[in-house]
């Protein structure tokens, strides 16, 4: 078969008798590129027309496109079409070397990124975005072009609220929904609302999220550091700490992946309650829940004390710049009154794509195939650590992208994250996650106390076959570090 002009010469045959056909195309295009019949760069040809030679729907063929893309055999470029992705067909080039004379040997180029935060970036479906911004170039009312509303795209804002009521059990609606470019920015004009309404302290999870502290005080507050323990904030510290409003990774804490536990949500409410309090719900990790259908969000519990914070930058790509706010009433036109004096605002046409993206079903068929892309490493993940550090060792494996593995005791952790760097494996402590407190009169408890010793593994974009050697070589650094052996 001729794929294209100056192409490969490469036959594909389908047996309409033995199994689906989109999944003969996929093993048949992987083992070429395994066995170097097709290597990096070459094209492949247009979906219609591949169709069409092999006699079978065009749709077949862009599921077996997107699947092998998703996998990091294909790269899809628009206006460039399908090729042979460059990582695909041999192994990467020989290691860095380091000077065996340097008493601290240099950082190997990261090869293994256990990153967090960070989704799987080879699998983020850019050939569904391409369509949904192709669609709303074509569909986007010209009146829209102008400069947009306060709140953002009134279509965006209908779809995210459909959704969140859909998946997360809200509660909210289009007019309590404020459009902007990521979590943080929505952080920060909601902090900043509050602190006009009299709010002057504001509680954070430690170990939680990094640089809310430094949010907080731009927008003039001071922040208390509040412990996290297994079923995720201390309610009585936070009751302690003076705060009235506090950021919550409820879903699956930010980075020790508890989630939050029934009674302690009740009490997070009574708690706002009690002070007129604001909880700021940051919805990490919502959607992806493993072992059982995920929790429900705290705004659907309780829509009067909750200002709900998402963003596509997990499910989606950080790059698609888009988040949201969902707002009691008494906040929102002052939220969208720092959106407008901050910025002009989120490129509308990106708006409009997203909100086409979700209504067409391709954003929830994404999700389904990362949740079980994500499974998969998650299992990996835990066989691994188990077999280099023993039983036990790892934590909040039931949602989200990142566990927390505990070292042992007396560990030292940053040498530990050193010698995984030295190794070319990118790491992070939980030293990096505790918060600094900018009230002094906080009563902070244990929260000052410092964490036992442990690593954050996000292992969102890190390759399911890269991960037992990046254990590994966790593990060999934690032996160079001065631990006893491992069990």
């Known amino acids: 078969m001729e794929w294209a002009r100056g192409g490969p ?6 047996d309409r008798e033995a199994g689906p056909l989109g999944v003969q195309i996929q093993d048949q295009l992987r083992a070429a590129i395994r066995e170097r019949r097709l290597t990096a760069s070459d094209p492949l040809p247009a979906s219609r027309r591949l169709a069409a030679l092999l006699g079978v729907s065009r749709g077949t063929v862009v599921d077996a496109y997107e699947q092998l893309v998703s ?20 192994p990467a080039g020989p290691p860095h070397r380091v000077a065996a004379a340097s008493a601290a040997p240099l950082p190997r180029p990261v090869g293994i990124d256990f990153e967090y935060g960070v989704p799987d970036l080879r699998s983020v479906p850019l050939l569904d975005w391409s369509r949904a911004v192709a669609e709303a170039t074509r569909t986007l009312p010209t009146a829209e072009l102008g400069d947009e509303t306060a709140g953002g795209s009134r279509h965006l804002r209908e779809v995210v609220t459909a959704y969140h009521r859909r998946v997360r059990s ?36 430690d170990p939680g999220p990094r640089d809310h502290d430094r949010i907080a005080r731009r927008a003039g507050l001071d922040a208390v550091a509040v ?43 009574a708690w706002a309650d009690e002070v007129d309090g604001v909880i700021l719900e940051d919805d990490y990790d919502a959607e992806f829940r493993y072992d059982r259908q995920p929790v429900g969000s705290l705004q659907g519990l309780a829509p009067h004390r909750v200002i709900a914070l998402g963003s596509v930058s997990k499910t989606l790509a950080p790059a698609i710049r888009l988040g949201w706010v969902l707002a009691p009433p008494r906040f929102v036109p002052e939220i969208m009154e720092e959106r407008r004096l901050s910025s002009r605002g989120v ?27 994500y499974r998969v490493r998650r299992d990996v993940l ?32 940053d040498a530990v994250v050193a010698g995984a760097a030295a190794r070319g494996v990118r790491v992070n402590g939980v030293g990096d996650y505790r918060v600094p407190s900018t009230a002094p009169t ?14 954050v593994l996000g292992f969102g974009n890190v390759s399911r076959d890269r991960i037992p050697e990046g254990v590994r070589l966790i593990a060999d650094a934690l032996d160079d570090a001065g631990r006893a052996p491992r069990v």
């Open 9 to 14: 010469d490469l036959p594909l045959s389908l």
């Open 71 to 90: 996998e990091g055999y294909l790269e899809a470029t628009v206006g460039a079409g399908t090729r042979v992705a460059a990582a695909a067909d041999g």
């Open 170 to 205: 809200g509660v909210a609606v289009a007019d309590d929904a404020v459009i902007v470019s990521g979590f943080r920015q929505g952080l920060a004009f909601s902090l900043a609302v509050l602190a006009r309404h009299g709010i002057r302290r504001v509680a954070l999870e």
């Open 227 to 269: 412990p996290v323990d297994d079923d995720g904030i201390d309610v009585e510290r936070l009751r302690a700490s003076g705060a009235r409003a506090v950021v919550v990774t409820p879903a699956h804490q930010c980075p020790t992946g508890v989630a939050l536990a029934p009674a302690r949500r009740r009490a997070l409410v």
């Open 347 to 373: 490129p509308g046409l990106d708006q409009e794509a997203l909100a086409l993206l979700i209504e067409s079903g391709r954003f929830d068929r994404h999700l389904r195939r990362m949740r079980d892309r």
């Open 382 to 413: 835990a066989v691994e650590v188990e077999r280099a550090f023993g039983p036990g060792r790892l934590q909040g494996l039931a949602a989200g992208c990142h566990a927390l593995l505990r070292l042992p005791d007396g560990a030292d952790e």
């Open 442 to 455: 906080a009563e902070r408890g244990d929260a000052s106390v410092p964490s036992p010793p442990a690593l």
